[in-house]
């Protein structure tokens, strides 16, 4: 290698989901790693999330006497994802290579005293499939008190959950009013919050815990890690990747990479150009990534041969933008509010199309794929007084008073009747009027006929664990009614790089570029257009970085 400001072993560009595992395995190997992130934060859209990892046959359920395999899962992913012809990411092999590696990266981790666990109860969105499981196959972290990370603490990127509980537990405390198990864990909650006040402590949990804890090992390991540091381009020389131009005090910084280099840059939810390309009707202002979310590694792989595909994908998250929370770094999620009882979702026509309880990513190609032949973007949900009273409405508490602006602006509608708010959104009284009676009426016979909502565990899990019969279903009956708009929004794109079963990027005629790895949403993915279940980006996102580390090390070896 020549002219290069400095040189290691391995580089990894960005630090979401994956990058700190592979430095943290080829560091274990005596490599050593740069990790160079382009913001001021450390953690990228994962730290964000609820940092859920599906992880198959992973060791706690083992512990926990929860049966799986690799066969299991493997019949499984064959259902739910099939012989994809125009998904090239989502190849038998990597499907294998998945299954098999997952597991050990999570052995990996434990290995390197990352502290993690499973939910107990989280089902695959597909659970009814063959080798579906209805208790799931998630990972998440232990909560995490970001002061252990010393002068680093503020340079972990804020999550959602600042608080001194599980995401288990995070998930039942909105039921404190109609739960006593979930008002003791409330004032558990409490009680934790107020002794890390007294002890200095300052506990996160979900993504920001993942990360957090993944930072922790890095720091420790003396790996290098730097903020505010994009990378520009990648360098070639004589057809195979050997380091990167960067940034440094200002001013371009080659840094030489004997191993290779490892692109985990994100996404490009933030890029308007390359959605309004690739993902027509989206919006970057709908999206929940991270600012570092825009797309230029990819590019910039393309310019060197990277074939691309999937692109049209994203990892779709409704989201419902409440007057004053247009521009929050987490938008309101619209997740369960049509899949709890007395909600629905319409299109502009205001007829029901989907099962509202499915997975996230399906419920957003839904939308998308209705607005092609009847307006659906934004759609509109439908609900009474019964879930204003019951549940929570774009991040505000149930039963709570709604913002008057709310009202002002026309965010949310009320009308006292179904053809009062028909007239409000714009559609003709009779065919909401009629939408609502022909619901309500599958509600009355505990199946829905048009859309099999609550026939999946999914569907109930999203619902109400109190309401019977049906944990989803629930009559719109209650005035006065109220809508508010859902848009398709995303937590990240799902579409960039083809890599192979050893995570390096593959040219347009299938040949490996030397020296090249790609793993998370900047790569296409192993599931290719379908989202099985929680956390399906971070943790192949998790497990092809792993891969990438050990086939670089292997290199390293020869």
Not at 31 to 46: A, C
Not at 104 to 110: C, S, T
Not at 126 to 154: C, I, Q, S
Not at 449 to 462: I, K, V
Request: with cysteine; charged share 25%; net charge neutral.
């Amino acid at each position: 290698m020549s002219d290069f400001d400095e040189s290691v072993d391995f580089i990894v560009v960005g630090s979401g989901a994956g990058s700190m595992c592979a430095a943290l395995y080829l560091q274990s190997r005596g490599q050593t790693v740069m990790i160079l992130e382009k913001t001021g934060l450390v953690g990228g859209t994962t730290a964000k999330s609820g940092g859920v990892m599906w992880i198959p046959n992973n060791p706690f359920m083992r512990r926990d006497g929860v049966e799986d395999s690799h066969e299991l899962a493997a019949t499984y992913l064959e259902s739910v994802t099939g012989d994809q012809a125009d998904a090239p990411a989502a190849t038998p092999a990597r499907r294998h290579t998945f299954l098999t590696e997952a597991p050990r990266m999570v052995e990996f981790l434990l290995s390197r005293g990352i502290r993690l666990n499973r939910v107990s109860y989280w089902p695959d969105y597909y659970e009814e499939r063959p080798g579906g499981l209805a208790a799931g196959r998630t990972v998440v972290a232990e909560p995490f008190n970001v002061k252990e990370l010393g002068a680093w603490r503020d340079k972990l990127r804020t999550g959602f959950l600042t608080m001194p509980a599980t995401l288990e537990e995070a998930l039942a405390l909105p039921d404190f009013r109609r739960s006593w198990k979930s008002r003791w864990l409330l004032l558990r909650v409490i009680g934790r919050s107020m002794a890390a006040l007294l002890t200095g402590k300052r506990w996160v949990s979900a993504g920001a815990a993942l990360q957090g804890r993944m930072l922790q090992a890095v720091l420790k390991a003396g790996i290098e890690v730097r903020t505010s540091s994009p990378v520009r381009e990648l360098i070639l020389e004589e057809g195979a990747v050997k380091g990167v131009v960067t940034e440094r005090e200002g001013r371009p910084w080659r840094v030489g990479s004997r191993l290779g280099v490892l692109v985990n840059a994100g996404g490009f939810s933030l890029n308007q150009p390359m959605r309004d390309r690739y993902q027509p009707g989206t919006s970057a202002a709908w999206s929940n990534a991270a600012p570092g979310d825009t797309g230029e590694m990819i590019e910039e792989m393309e310019r060197h041969g990277a074939a691309l595909a999937q692109m049209e994908e994203m990892v779709g998250y409704q989201s419902t933008l409440a007057p004053g929370k247009e521009g929050d770094d987490i938008k309101p999620s619209a997740q369960r509010l049509t899949a709890a009882p007395h909600a629905i979702l319409v299109d502009r026509s205001g007829v029901r199309y989907m099962n509202e309880g499915g997975s996230y990513m399906a419920y957003c190609k839904g939308m998308l794929e209705r607005d092609k032949t009847v307006a659906a973007v934004p759609s509109w949900a439908i609900f009474d007084s019964q879930y204003l009273r019951k549940y929570m409405l774009a991040g505000t508490m149930a039963g709570s008073k709604k913002p008057q602006r709310w009202y002002d602006e026309g965010y949310l509608k009320q009308g006292d009747t179904i053809a009062d708010l028909a007239r409000l959104i714009g559609v003709e009284p009779a065919v909401l009027e009629a939408t609502i009676a022909r619901f309500n009426g599958f509600v009355k016979n505990n199946r829905d006929e048009d859309f099999q909502r609550g026939e999946r565990a999914y569907d109930l899990w999203l619902g109400d664990r109190f309401h019977r019969p049906s944990q989803t279903l629930g009559a719109i009956e209650q005035g006065p009614f109220y809508a508010v708009p859902v848009v398709p929004g995303d937590v990240g794109t799902f579409g960039g790089v083809v890599t192979d079963e050893h995570a390096r990027v593959l040219r347009g005629d299938g040949s490996v570029i030397p020296g090249l790895y790609a793993t998370g949403i900047s790569t296409a993915s192993v599931m290719g257009r379908f989202y099985p279940g929680a956390g399906c980006s971070i943790g192949p996102a998790f497990t092809w970085a792993y891969v990438a580390a050990q086939c670089a090390a292997k290199e390293g070896d020869r």
